[in-house]
Protein backbone atom coordinates (compact mmCIF):
# COMPACT_ATOMS: atom_id res chain seq x y z
CA UNK A 1 0.00 0.00 0.00
CA UNK A 2 3.01 1.90 -0.14
CA UNK A 3 1.44 3.83 -3.16
CA UNK A 4 -1.94 4.75 -1.11
CA UNK A 5 0.42 6.97 1.17
CA UNK A 6 2.27 8.23 -1.37
CA UNK A 7 -1.12 9.27 -2.86
CA UNK A 8 -2.32 10.81 0.09
CA UNK A 9 0.49 12.50 1.18
CA UNK A 10 0.66 13.93 -2.37
CA UNK A 11 -2.82 15.41 -2.04
CA UNK A 12 -2.36 16.99 0.86
CA UNK A 13 1.13 18.81 0.24
CA UNK A 14 -0.31 20.21 -3.28
CA UNK A 15 -1.92 22.65 -1.14
CA UNK A 16 1.99 24.24 -0.37
CA UNK A 17 2.94 25.93 -3.60
CA UNK A 18 3.40 29.43 -3.74
CA UNK A 19 2.50 31.69 -6.68
CA UNK A 20 4.82 34.44 -7.66
CA UNK A 21 4.56 38.04 -7.45
CA UNK A 22 5.60 40.60 -9.85
CA UNK A 23 4.01 43.86 -8.95
CA UNK A 24 6.80 45.96 -7.78
CA UNK A 25 5.53 48.53 -5.18
CA UNK A 26 7.47 51.33 -3.47
CA UNK A 27 8.86 50.62 0.54
CA UNK A 28 5.84 53.14 1.98
CA UNK A 29 3.10 51.76 0.45
CA UNK A 30 4.56 48.22 1.04
CA UNK A 31 4.80 48.04 4.33
CA UNK A 32 1.31 50.01 4.70
CA UNK A 33 -0.57 47.28 2.68
CA UNK A 34 1.47 44.60 4.59
CA UNK A 35 -0.16 45.75 7.71
CA UNK A 36 -3.70 45.70 6.24
CA UNK A 37 -2.98 42.43 4.56
CA UNK A 38 -1.61 40.92 7.87
CA UNK A 39 -4.48 41.73 9.80
CA UNK A 40 -6.85 40.41 6.97
CA UNK A 41 -5.16 37.37 6.94
CA UNK A 42 -4.88 36.78 10.29
CA UNK A 43 -8.87 36.81 10.73
CA UNK A 44 -9.70 35.25 7.45
CA UNK A 45 -7.18 32.11 8.68
CA UNK A 46 -8.51 32.11 12.72
CA UNK A 47 -12.17 31.63 10.78
CA UNK A 48 -11.07 29.07 8.73
CA UNK A 49 -9.63 27.40 11.99
CA UNK A 50 -13.28 27.85 13.86
CA UNK A 51 -14.62 26.15 10.96
CA UNK A 52 -12.05 23.14 11.83
CA UNK A 53 -12.99 22.72 14.92
CA UNK A 54 -16.19 22.55 14.23
CA UNK A 55 -16.02 20.23 11.81
CA UNK A 56 -13.58 17.81 14.02
CA UNK A 57 -16.78 16.58 15.66
CA UNK A 58 -18.00 14.99 12.10
CA UNK A 59 -15.17 12.77 12.32
CA UNK A 60 -16.02 9.24 13.09
CA UNK A 61 -12.56 8.28 14.80
CA UNK A 62 -11.97 9.57 18.15
CA UNK A 63 -8.33 9.27 17.16
CA UNK A 64 -8.96 12.10 14.14
CA UNK A 65 -10.96 14.06 16.45
CA UNK A 66 -8.43 14.29 18.98
CA UNK A 67 -5.32 14.90 16.26
CA UNK A 68 -7.70 18.26 15.01
CA UNK A 69 -8.73 19.01 18.28
CA UNK A 70 -4.84 19.35 19.77
CA UNK A 71 -3.56 20.93 16.46
CA UNK A 72 -6.09 23.37 16.95
CA UNK A 73 -5.51 24.44 20.35
CA UNK A 74 -2.10 24.68 19.67
CA UNK A 75 -2.85 27.46 17.16
CA UNK A 76 -5.62 29.20 18.71
CA UNK A 77 -3.17 29.56 21.96
CA UNK A 78 -1.27 32.90 21.13
CA UNK A 79 -4.79 34.32 20.34
CA UNK A 80 -7.13 32.60 22.98
CA UNK A 81 -5.75 31.04 25.21
CA UNK A 82 -8.38 29.65 27.89
CA UNK A 83 -10.12 28.67 24.73
CA UNK A 84 -7.22 26.54 23.66
CA UNK A 85 -7.13 24.96 27.29
CA UNK A 86 -10.46 23.83 26.65
CA UNK A 87 -9.66 22.68 23.47
CA UNK A 88 -7.05 20.55 24.68
CA UNK A 89 -9.27 18.99 27.54
CA UNK A 90 -11.92 18.18 24.61
CA UNK A 91 -8.95 16.47 22.67
CA UNK A 92 -7.84 14.83 25.81
CA UNK A 93 -11.24 13.45 26.32
CA UNK A 94 -11.52 11.73 22.50
CA UNK A 95 -8.96 9.92 23.04
CA UNK A 96 -11.28 7.75 25.55
CA UNK A 97 -8.79 7.15 27.94
CA UNK A 98 -10.07 5.33 30.74
CA UNK A 99 -10.06 7.26 34.03
CA UNK A 100 -7.99 6.14 37.09
CA UNK A 101 -6.74 8.33 39.93
CA UNK A 102 -5.37 5.55 41.83
CA UNK A 103 -4.15 2.69 39.81
CA UNK A 104 -2.63 0.94 42.44
CA UNK A 105 -5.89 0.63 44.60
CA UNK A 106 -7.43 -0.49 41.21
CA UNK A 107 -4.86 -3.00 39.99
CA UNK A 108 -4.93 -3.91 43.83
CA UNK A 109 -8.75 -4.24 43.51
CA UNK A 110 -8.73 -6.12 40.15
CA UNK A 111 -6.10 -8.73 40.94
CA UNK A 112 -8.09 -9.74 43.71
CA UNK A 113 -11.51 -10.18 41.77
CA UNK A 114 -9.69 -11.56 38.79
CA UNK A 115 -7.27 -14.68 40.46
CA UNK A 116 -9.32 -17.07 38.06
CA UNK A 117 -8.65 -15.28 35.54
CA UNK A 118 -4.89 -14.52 36.13
CA UNK A 119 -2.38 -16.83 33.73
CA UNK A 120 0.38 -18.91 35.59
CA UNK A 121 4.00 -17.46 34.87
CA UNK A 122 4.48 -20.56 33.06
CA UNK A 123 1.31 -20.29 31.14
CA UNK A 124 1.50 -18.85 27.81
CA UNK A 125 -0.76 -15.91 27.93
CA UNK A 126 -4.32 -16.41 25.94
CA UNK A 127 -4.86 -14.35 22.57
CA UNK A 128 -7.34 -12.20 24.12
CA UNK A 129 -4.65 -11.20 26.89
CA UNK A 130 -1.76 -10.38 24.12
CA UNK A 131 -4.72 -8.21 22.45
CA UNK A 132 -5.52 -6.43 26.01
CA UNK A 133 -1.75 -6.10 27.00
CA UNK A 134 -1.24 -4.25 23.23
CA UNK A 135 -4.20 -2.04 23.21
CA UNK A 136 -2.97 -0.97 27.17
CA UNK A 137 0.92 0.03 25.73
CA UNK A 138 -0.84 1.38 22.32
CA UNK A 139 -3.36 3.50 24.67
CA UNK A 140 0.04 4.96 26.88
CA UNK A 141 2.30 6.15 23.69
CA UNK A 142 -0.83 8.25 22.01
CA UNK A 143 -1.74 9.85 25.71
CA UNK A 144 2.41 9.84 25.80
CA UNK A 145 2.68 11.64 22.44
CA UNK A 146 -0.48 14.20 23.08
CA UNK A 147 0.66 15.09 26.50
CA UNK A 148 4.31 16.11 24.95
CA UNK A 149 2.15 18.54 22.31
CA UNK A 150 0.70 20.18 25.03
CA UNK A 151 3.98 20.70 27.15
CA UNK A 152 4.80 23.02 24.54
CA UNK A 153 2.32 25.24 25.26
CA UNK A 154 1.97 24.64 29.64
CA UNK A 155 3.82 21.94 31.23
CA UNK A 156 1.71 21.74 34.01
CA UNK A 157 -1.11 21.71 32.03
CA UNK A 158 0.45 18.64 30.82
CA UNK A 159 1.19 17.22 34.24
CA UNK A 160 -2.73 17.55 35.50
CA UNK A 161 -3.87 16.34 32.04
CA UNK A 162 -1.14 13.01 33.15
CA UNK A 163 -2.42 12.98 36.54
CA UNK A 164 -6.16 12.96 35.51
CA UNK A 165 -6.05 10.45 32.46
CA UNK A 166 -3.62 7.42 34.28
CA UNK A 167 -5.41 4.32 31.99
CA UNK A 168 -5.79 1.27 34.57
CA UNK A 169 -4.08 -2.05 33.38
CA UNK A 170 -6.99 -4.29 31.65
CA UNK A 171 -8.65 -6.57 34.46
CA UNK A 172 -7.59 -9.31 32.54
CA UNK A 173 -4.17 -9.04 33.50
CA UNK A 174 -4.38 -6.65 36.24
CA UNK A 175 -2.37 -8.04 38.88
CA UNK A 176 0.05 -10.10 36.50
CA UNK A 177 1.67 -6.76 35.16
CA UNK A 178 3.06 -3.30 36.75
CA UNK A 179 1.65 -0.06 36.04
CA UNK A 180 4.20 1.53 33.42
CA UNK A 181 6.30 3.67 35.47
CA UNK A 182 5.73 7.36 34.57
CA UNK A 183 8.32 9.01 36.27
CA UNK A 184 10.22 9.46 32.86
CA UNK A 185 7.37 10.74 31.47
CA UNK A 186 7.04 13.64 34.18
CA UNK A 187 10.55 14.09 33.30
CA UNK A 188 10.20 14.32 29.78
CA UNK A 189 7.16 17.08 30.69
CA UNK A 190 9.79 18.99 33.24
CA UNK A 191 12.22 18.90 29.81
CA UNK A 192 9.57 21.13 28.04
CA UNK A 193 9.43 23.50 30.98
CA UNK A 194 12.86 24.71 30.83
CA UNK A 195 12.49 26.73 28.02
CA UNK A 196 9.71 28.26 29.66
CA UNK A 197 10.34 28.32 32.89
CA UNK A 198 13.45 26.94 34.56
CA UNK A 199 12.20 27.34 38.11
CA UNK A 200 9.00 25.58 37.65
CA UNK A 201 11.29 23.07 35.51
CA UNK A 202 12.98 22.88 38.50
CA UNK A 203 9.89 21.90 40.71
CA UNK A 204 8.84 19.69 38.35
CA UNK A 205 12.13 17.70 38.39
CA UNK A 206 12.45 17.76 42.28
CA UNK A 207 8.65 15.90 42.86
CA UNK A 208 9.55 13.62 39.99
CA UNK A 209 13.14 12.93 41.11
CA UNK A 210 11.46 11.99 44.94
CA UNK A 211 9.80 8.70 42.71
CA UNK A 212 13.07 7.07 41.49
CA UNK A 213 16.31 8.48 39.87
CA UNK A 214 15.73 7.74 35.74
CA UNK A 215 17.38 8.20 32.00
CA UNK A 216 15.65 11.70 32.07
CA UNK A 217 16.35 13.49 34.96
CA UNK A 218 20.33 13.75 33.80
CA UNK A 219 19.48 14.87 29.95
CA UNK A 220 16.75 17.51 31.79
CA UNK A 221 19.71 18.30 34.38
CA UNK A 222 22.05 19.38 31.55
CA UNK A 223 19.18 21.30 29.94
CA UNK A 224 18.54 23.35 32.57
CA UNK A 225 21.82 24.32 33.96
CA UNK A 226 22.54 25.55 30.51
CA UNK A 227 19.27 28.17 31.01
CA UNK A 228 19.69 28.50 34.21
CA UNK A 229 22.77 27.64 36.17
CA UNK A 230 21.15 27.81 39.57
CA UNK A 231 19.06 25.85 38.98
CA UNK A 232 20.66 23.24 37.50
CA UNK A 233 23.06 23.25 40.60
CA UNK A 234 20.48 23.06 42.52
CA UNK A 235 19.31 19.52 40.74
CA UNK A 236 22.35 18.32 41.22
CA UNK A 237 22.83 18.48 44.36
CA UNK A 238 19.11 16.60 44.62
CA UNK A 239 20.44 14.17 42.72
CA UNK A 240 23.45 13.70 44.43
CA UNK A 241 21.27 13.27 47.64
CA UNK A 242 19.62 10.71 45.79
CA UNK A 243 22.70 8.67 44.38
CA UNK A 244 24.07 8.44 48.35
CA UNK A 245 20.62 6.71 48.85
CA UNK A 246 20.70 4.31 46.31
CA UNK A 247 22.26 0.63 45.92
CA UNK A 248 24.87 0.95 43.08
CA UNK A 249 24.64 -3.14 43.23
CA UNK A 250 20.66 -2.96 42.26
CA UNK A 251 20.73 0.75 40.34
CA UNK A 252 22.19 0.09 36.70
CA UNK A 253 22.58 3.87 36.40
CA UNK A 254 23.42 4.79 39.48
CA UNK A 255 27.20 4.79 38.38
CA UNK A 256 26.69 6.13 35.18
CA UNK A 257 25.26 9.20 36.66
CA UNK A 258 27.57 10.05 39.39
CA UNK A 259 30.27 9.94 36.24
CA UNK A 260 27.75 12.14 34.22
CA UNK A 261 27.77 14.33 37.28
CA UNK A 262 31.42 14.63 37.37
CA UNK A 263 32.23 15.04 33.95
CA UNK A 264 29.77 18.23 33.63
CA UNK A 265 31.32 20.12 36.37
CA UNK A 266 34.82 20.20 34.10
CA UNK A 267 35.33 22.41 31.46
CA UNK A 268 37.48 19.65 28.97
CA UNK A 269 38.51 16.19 29.11
CA UNK A 270 36.90 13.17 27.67
CA UNK A 271 33.14 12.67 28.13
CA UNK A 272 30.61 9.49 28.23
CA UNK A 273 27.90 9.44 26.22
CA UNK A 274 24.84 11.65 26.81
CA UNK A 275 27.21 14.44 28.33
CA UNK A 276 28.03 17.55 26.39
CA UNK A 277 31.02 17.38 24.27
CA UNK A 278 34.01 19.05 25.14
CA UNK A 279 34.77 21.48 22.57
CA UNK A 280 30.72 23.17 22.56
CA UNK A 281 29.45 25.76 24.55
CA UNK A 282 28.02 24.97 27.51
CA UNK A 283 28.06 25.93 31.05
CA UNK A 284 29.38 23.13 33.72
CA UNK A 285 27.81 22.43 36.81
CA UNK A 286 28.73 24.15 39.47
CA UNK A 287 29.73 21.43 42.05
CA UNK A 288 31.93 22.12 45.10
CA UNK A 289 34.44 20.05 46.46
CA UNK A 290 32.30 18.28 48.63
CA UNK A 291 30.10 16.92 46.40
CA UNK A 292 32.76 15.92 44.15
CA UNK A 293 34.25 13.96 46.72
CA UNK A 294 31.37 12.33 47.77
CA UNK A 295 30.50 11.53 43.86
CA UNK A 296 34.17 9.82 43.63
CA UNK A 297 33.61 7.99 46.96
CA UNK A 298 30.78 6.40 45.34
CA UNK A 299 31.74 5.49 41.88
CA UNK A 300 35.03 4.14 43.81
CA UNK A 301 33.12 2.04 46.55
CA UNK A 302 30.66 0.79 43.79
CA UNK A 303 33.70 -0.24 41.36
CA UNK A 304 35.59 -2.34 44.24
CA UNK A 305 32.45 -3.78 45.66
CA UNK A 306 29.59 -3.92 43.40
CA UNK A 307 29.17 -7.84 42.05
CA UNK A 308 29.17 -6.89 38.54
CA UNK A 309 32.05 -4.03 37.97
CA UNK A 310 32.44 -4.39 34.45
CA UNK A 311 30.28 -1.45 33.54
CA UNK A 312 31.73 0.49 35.95
CA UNK A 313 35.76 -0.22 35.29
CA UNK A 314 35.24 -0.18 31.77
CA UNK A 315 34.01 3.47 32.06
CA UNK A 316 35.99 4.72 34.86
CA UNK A 317 38.52 6.11 32.97
CA UNK A 318 36.32 9.01 32.43
CA UNK A 319 36.32 10.33 35.64
CA UNK A 320 40.41 9.22 36.78
CA UNK A 321 41.50 12.23 36.89
CA UNK A 322 38.38 13.18 39.70
CA UNK A 323 39.85 9.66 41.46
CA UNK A 324 43.24 10.58 41.46
CA UNK A 325 42.79 14.12 42.78
CA UNK A 326 40.34 13.02 45.06
CA UNK A 327 41.11 10.05 46.32
CA UNK A 328 44.90 9.27 44.95
CA UNK A 329 44.99 5.92 47.56
CA UNK A 330 41.99 4.02 45.52
CA UNK A 331 43.56 5.00 42.04
CA UNK A 332 46.51 2.79 41.88
CA UNK A 333 43.72 -0.07 43.12
CA UNK A 334 41.45 0.50 40.44
CA UNK A 335 43.88 0.86 37.56
CA UNK A 336 45.04 -2.59 38.89
CA UNK A 337 41.24 -4.28 38.95
CA UNK A 338 40.86 -2.43 34.98
CA UNK A 339 44.12 -4.11 33.93
CA UNK A 340 42.68 -7.32 35.63
CA UNK A 341 39.64 -6.82 33.41
CA UNK A 342 41.13 -6.49 30.77
CA UNK A 343 42.79 -9.68 30.43
CA UNK A 344 39.26 -11.26 30.47
CA UNK A 345 38.00 -9.41 27.16
CA UNK A 346 38.85 -10.77 24.03
CA UNK A 347 41.21 -8.49 21.88
CA UNK A 348 38.38 -6.59 20.06
CA UNK A 349 37.23 -5.31 23.14
CA UNK A 350 40.23 -5.12 25.11
CA UNK A 351 41.72 -2.75 21.97
CA UNK A 352 37.91 -1.34 20.92
CA UNK A 353 37.40 -0.21 17.78
CA UNK A 354 40.42 0.04 15.62
CA UNK A 355 38.64 2.64 13.35
CA UNK A 356 37.42 5.01 15.31
CA UNK A 357 40.29 7.11 15.23
CA UNK A 358 40.10 7.16 11.07
CA UNK A 359 36.97 9.25 11.96
CA UNK A 360 39.40 12.48 12.96
CA UNK A 361 42.74 11.55 10.63
CA UNK A 362 41.75 9.86 7.57
CA UNK A 363 41.27 10.87 3.89
CA UNK A 364 38.32 9.85 2.15
CA UNK A 365 39.87 7.27 -0.22
CA UNK A 366 41.41 5.80 3.36
CA UNK A 367 37.99 5.38 4.52
CA UNK A 368 36.47 3.62 1.45
CA UNK A 369 39.49 0.91 1.87
CA UNK A 370 39.24 0.81 5.11
CA UNK A 371 35.11 0.30 4.62
CA UNK A 372 35.50 -3.02 2.84
CA UNK A 373 36.44 -4.75 6.04
CA UNK A 374 33.53 -3.49 7.73
CA UNK A 375 29.75 -4.80 8.37
CA UNK A 376 26.86 -2.57 6.55
CA UNK A 377 25.98 -0.49 9.29
CA UNK A 378 30.00 0.93 9.32
CA UNK A 379 30.63 0.44 6.09
CA UNK A 380 27.40 2.84 5.17
CA UNK A 381 28.79 5.07 8.19
CA UNK A 382 32.40 5.13 6.72
CA UNK A 383 30.92 6.11 3.08
CA UNK A 384 28.97 8.85 4.66
CA UNK A 385 31.88 10.45 6.30
CA UNK A 386 34.22 10.06 3.69
CA UNK A 387 31.73 11.95 1.01
CA UNK A 388 31.04 14.80 3.47
CA UNK A 389 35.11 15.16 3.70
CA UNK A 390 36.01 14.93 0.02
CA UNK A 391 33.21 17.80 -0.84
CA UNK A 392 33.86 19.75 2.28
CA UNK A 393 37.17 19.44 1.04
CA UNK A 394 36.94 20.87 -2.43
CA UNK A 395 38.23 17.27 -3.87
CA UNK A 396 34.51 15.82 -5.14
CA UNK A 397 35.91 15.48 -8.86
CA UNK A 398 38.85 13.58 -8.00
CA UNK A 399 36.91 11.58 -5.22
CA UNK A 400 34.44 10.10 -7.78
CA UNK A 401 36.66 9.18 -9.88
CA UNK A 402 38.20 7.05 -7.25
CA UNK A 403 34.78 5.89 -6.06
CA UNK A 404 34.19 4.46 -9.87
CA UNK A 405 37.55 2.90 -10.21
CA UNK A 406 38.06 1.41 -6.87
CA UNK A 407 34.28 0.33 -5.49
CA UNK A 408 34.19 -3.25 -7.50
CA UNK A 409 30.48 -3.97 -5.91
CA UNK A 410 28.27 -2.38 -8.41
CA UNK A 411 25.41 -1.58 -5.73
CA UNK A 412 27.77 -0.17 -3.20
CA UNK A 413 29.74 1.71 -5.59
CA UNK A 414 25.79 3.30 -6.67
CA UNK A 415 25.23 3.67 -2.96
CA UNK A 416 28.28 6.28 -2.65
CA UNK A 417 27.81 7.80 -6.03
CA UNK A 418 24.15 8.80 -4.78
CA UNK A 419 25.64 9.98 -1.26
CA UNK A 420 27.85 12.34 -3.48
CA UNK A 421 25.41 13.78 -5.89
CA UNK A 422 23.41 14.72 -2.71
CA UNK A 423 26.07 16.37 -0.87
CA UNK A 424 27.20 18.40 -3.69
CA UNK A 425 23.90 19.34 -4.39
CA UNK A 426 23.18 20.15 -0.50
CA UNK A 427 26.51 21.79 -0.41
CA UNK A 428 26.12 24.35 -3.85
CA UNK A 429 22.43 24.99 -2.57
CA UNK A 430 23.68 26.18 0.52
CA UNK A 431 26.32 28.63 -1.52
CA UNK A 432 23.53 29.71 -3.68
CA UNK A 433 26.59 28.25 -6.58
CA UNK A 434 24.06 27.39 -10.09
CA UNK A 435 27.38 27.33 -12.02
CA UNK A 436 28.17 24.02 -9.39
CA UNK A 437 24.64 22.63 -10.11
CA UNK A 438 24.75 23.09 -13.64
CA UNK A 439 27.91 21.29 -14.02
CA UNK A 440 26.80 18.71 -11.37
CA UNK A 441 23.42 17.88 -13.78
CA UNK A 442 24.67 15.27 -16.13
CA UNK A 443 26.40 13.47 -12.99
CA UNK A 444 23.65 12.84 -11.64
CA UNK A 445 22.78 8.93 -12.65
CA UNK A 446 19.00 8.91 -10.47
CA UNK A 447 16.27 10.41 -12.47
CA UNK A 448 14.24 11.47 -9.40
CA UNK A 449 17.74 13.17 -7.92
CA UNK A 450 18.45 14.81 -11.30
CA UNK A 451 14.68 16.15 -11.28
CA UNK A 452 15.16 17.63 -8.14
CA UNK A 453 18.47 19.75 -8.36
CA UNK A 454 16.74 20.93 -11.73
CA UNK A 455 14.13 22.23 -9.81
CA UNK A 456 16.81 23.80 -7.25
CA UNK A 457 18.35 25.25 -10.20
CA UNK A 458 15.62 26.73 -12.36
CA UNK A 459 15.10 28.84 -8.41
CA UNK A 460 18.17 29.73 -8.66
CA UNK A 461 18.65 31.42 -12.04
CA UNK A 462 14.94 33.06 -11.64
CA UNK A 463 16.34 34.67 -8.49
CA UNK A 464 19.15 35.54 -10.99
CA UNK A 465 16.84 36.91 -13.34
CA UNK A 466 17.53 34.34 -16.16
CA UNK A 467 13.82 33.69 -16.14
CA UNK A 468 13.59 31.53 -19.72
CA UNK A 469 16.51 29.55 -18.66
CA UNK A 470 14.87 28.78 -15.48
CA UNK A 471 11.54 27.75 -17.29
CA UNK A 472 13.37 25.50 -19.88
CA UNK A 473 15.18 23.69 -17.02
CA UNK A 474 11.94 23.08 -15.50
CA UNK A 475 9.84 22.04 -18.64
CA UNK A 476 13.11 19.56 -19.05
CA UNK A 477 12.31 18.14 -15.38
CA UNK A 478 8.58 18.01 -15.59
CA UNK A 479 9.40 15.94 -18.43
CA UNK A 480 11.07 12.98 -16.28
CA UNK A 481 9.08 13.03 -13.59
CA UNK A 482 6.44 10.59 -13.16
CA UNK A 483 3.35 11.86 -12.36
CA UNK A 484 2.08 8.01 -11.55
CA UNK A 485 3.65 7.88 -8.05
CA UNK A 486 5.41 4.59 -6.74
CA UNK A 487 7.20 5.55 -4.03
CA UNK A 488 8.97 8.50 -1.70
CA UNK A 489 11.38 9.30 -4.59
CA UNK A 490 9.00 9.74 -7.15
CA UNK A 491 6.34 12.11 -4.99
CA UNK A 492 9.51 14.77 -3.91
CA UNK A 493 10.53 14.35 -7.28
CA UNK A 494 7.15 15.54 -8.39
CA UNK A 495 6.61 18.10 -5.65
CA UNK A 496 10.20 19.90 -6.05
CA UNK A 497 8.83 20.74 -9.65
CA UNK A 498 5.96 21.99 -8.78
CA UNK A 499 7.15 23.82 -6.27
CA UNK A 500 10.06 25.41 -8.76
CA UNK A 501 6.90 26.56 -11.25
CA UNK A 502 5.23 28.32 -8.57
CA UNK A 503 7.94 30.79 -7.99
CA UNK A 504 9.26 30.66 -11.96
CA UNK A 505 5.65 30.23 -14.25
CA UNK A 506 2.92 30.27 -11.73
CA UNK A 507 0.60 29.18 -14.23
CA UNK A 508 2.06 25.86 -15.02
CA UNK A 509 2.46 25.38 -11.35
CA UNK A 510 -1.78 25.70 -10.70
CA UNK A 511 -2.15 23.65 -13.87
CA UNK A 512 -0.42 20.90 -12.27
CA UNK A 513 -2.14 20.89 -9.06
CA UNK A 514 -6.11 20.82 -9.94
CA UNK A 515 -6.09 17.55 -11.79
CA UNK A 516 -3.53 16.23 -9.86
CA UNK A 517 -6.31 16.72 -7.16
CA UNK A 518 -8.61 15.36 -8.69
CA UNK A 519 -6.99 12.59 -10.13
CA UNK A 520 -6.25 11.19 -6.44
CA UNK A 521 -9.53 11.48 -5.23
CA UNK A 522 -10.59 8.84 -7.85
CA UNK A 523 -7.37 7.07 -6.70
CA UNK A 524 -8.21 6.97 -3.32
CA UNK A 525 -11.83 5.92 -3.83
CA UNK A 526 -10.38 2.90 -5.42
CA UNK A 527 -7.39 2.33 -2.93
CA UNK A 528 -10.00 3.00 -0.01
CA UNK A 529 -12.28 -0.06 -1.85
CA UNK A 530 -9.25 -2.37 -2.11
CA UNK A 531 -8.26 -2.09 1.65
CA UNK A 532 -11.41 -3.71 2.29
CA UNK A 533 -9.43 -7.00 0.64
CA UNK A 534 -5.95 -5.97 1.26
CA UNK A 535 -5.49 -4.13 5.07
CA UNK A 536 -3.03 -1.47 4.97
CA UNK A 537 -3.58 0.14 8.51
CA UNK A 538 -4.08 3.12 6.80
CA UNK A 539 -8.17 3.03 7.24
CA UNK A 540 -10.41 2.22 10.09
CA UNK A 541 -13.88 2.07 10.04
CA UNK A 542 -14.06 3.21 6.39
CA UNK A 543 -12.29 6.61 7.60
CA UNK A 544 -8.37 7.61 7.01
CA UNK A 545 -6.60 7.94 9.81
CA UNK A 546 -4.96 11.56 9.76
CA UNK A 547 -1.69 10.76 12.17
CA UNK A 548 0.04 7.72 11.45
CA UNK A 549 3.74 6.78 10.20
CA UNK A 550 3.29 6.10 6.36
CA UNK A 551 1.67 10.01 5.95
CA UNK A 552 4.26 12.48 7.92
CA UNK A 553 1.84 15.43 7.53
CA UNK A 554 3.91 17.28 10.23
CA UNK A 555 7.18 16.83 9.08
CA UNK A 556 6.60 17.75 5.67
CA UNK A 557 4.77 20.85 6.46
CA UNK A 558 8.32 21.83 8.00
CA UNK A 559 9.65 22.11 4.40
CA UNK A 560 7.05 23.25 2.31
CA UNK A 561 4.95 25.04 4.89
CA UNK A 562 6.75 28.60 3.75
CA UNK A 563 4.90 27.42 0.72
CA UNK A 564 1.57 27.73 2.47
CA UNK A 565 2.09 30.59 3.41
CA UNK A 566 2.81 32.40 0.27
CA UNK A 567 0.08 30.95 -0.97
CA UNK A 568 -2.67 31.85 1.15
CA UNK A 569 -1.01 35.33 1.50
CA UNK A 570 -1.24 35.92 -2.38
CA UNK A 571 -4.88 34.45 -2.64
CA UNK A 572 -6.45 33.07 0.97
CA UNK A 573 -9.84 32.03 -0.96
CA UNK A 574 -8.06 30.41 -3.91
CA UNK A 575 -5.87 28.70 -2.18
CA UNK A 576 -8.72 27.36 0.55
CA UNK A 577 -10.66 26.42 -2.90
CA UNK A 578 -7.72 23.96 -3.55
CA UNK A 579 -8.40 22.12 0.35
CA UNK A 580 -12.39 21.99 -0.20
CA UNK A 581 -11.53 20.52 -3.96
CA UNK A 582 -10.75 17.16 -1.68
CA UNK A 583 -13.43 14.87 -1.87
CA UNK A 584 -12.71 12.83 1.41
CA UNK A 585 -14.39 14.99 4.54
CA UNK A 586 -11.09 14.11 6.63
CA UNK A 587 -9.11 15.17 3.98
CA UNK A 588 -10.92 18.45 3.65
CA UNK A 589 -10.18 19.35 7.09
CA UNK A 590 -6.68 18.07 7.63
CA UNK A 591 -5.87 20.31 4.17
CA UNK A 592 -7.57 23.10 5.98
CA UNK A 593 -5.99 22.90 9.13
CA UNK A 594 -2.49 22.59 7.93
CA UNK A 595 -3.28 25.77 5.31
CA UNK A 596 -3.92 27.66 8.78
CA UNK A 597 -1.33 25.73 10.47
CA UNK A 598 1.00 27.18 8.25
CA UNK A 599 -0.26 31.03 8.16
CA UNK A 600 -0.78 30.76 12.03
CA UNK A 601 2.47 29.54 13.19
CA UNK A 602 4.63 31.89 10.63
CA UNK A 603 2.74 35.28 12.20
CA UNK A 604 3.42 34.02 15.65
CA UNK A 605 6.88 33.54 14.71
CA UNK A 606 7.08 36.71 13.33
CA UNK A 607 5.81 38.23 16.65
CA UNK A 608 8.18 36.30 18.98
CA UNK A 609 11.10 37.85 17.05
CA UNK A 610 9.86 41.22 17.02
CA UNK A 611 9.24 41.07 20.89
CA UNK A 612 13.25 39.78 21.28
Same mark, same amino acid.
Given at each position: ?455 ELAILLEKKGEHDDAVKLLDDARAI??? *??? %???? @? $?? &? !???? /??? +? ?14 ? *??? %???? @? $?? &? !???? /??? +? ?29 ? /? ?45
Amino acid at each position: MLRMFSLLLLLILTLVLPPHLNAQVDEKEKAEKELAKRQELEKKTLGLLDEVIGAAWSLKLSENRSYVLTKAADLMWPHDEKRARNLYWEALNSLNLPNNRTPDATVAKDSSANDSAKPSPTKTPTKEQVQALNQYYATLQRRREFLHKVAQRDPQLALDMLHASRPPLPRLIAGTVRPVDETDLEQEIAYEAVARDPKHALQIARESLAKGLSLQIMNLLFQLNQKDQDAGTELAGDIIAKLNTENFDKSGYASMAAMQLLESSRTGGSFLVGTPSPGSSFKPLKLDDEQKQNLVDMIVNAALSVTDRGNILQNIRFVMPDIEQYAPDQAAKLKARLAELNRTLDRNQREGNPYDSMFETATPEDMVRAADKLGDDQRNAFYREAVTRAVMRGRSDEFREFINNQIRDDARKKTVLDSLDAEQIYHALNAGNSEELQKLLPLISAREQRAMAMAELAILLEKKGEHDDAVKLLDDARAIVKV *DLA %NTKE @S $NA &L !LAVM /LGY +SLVAPPKAFAMIEPII *DRT %NEDV @S $NL &L !LLDK /LVK +SGAIKNGEILMNQPQIPLDYAMLQYSPGVVA /LGKADFDRTRALADRFQRNELRIVARLLLAQAILREAEAAANQSRR
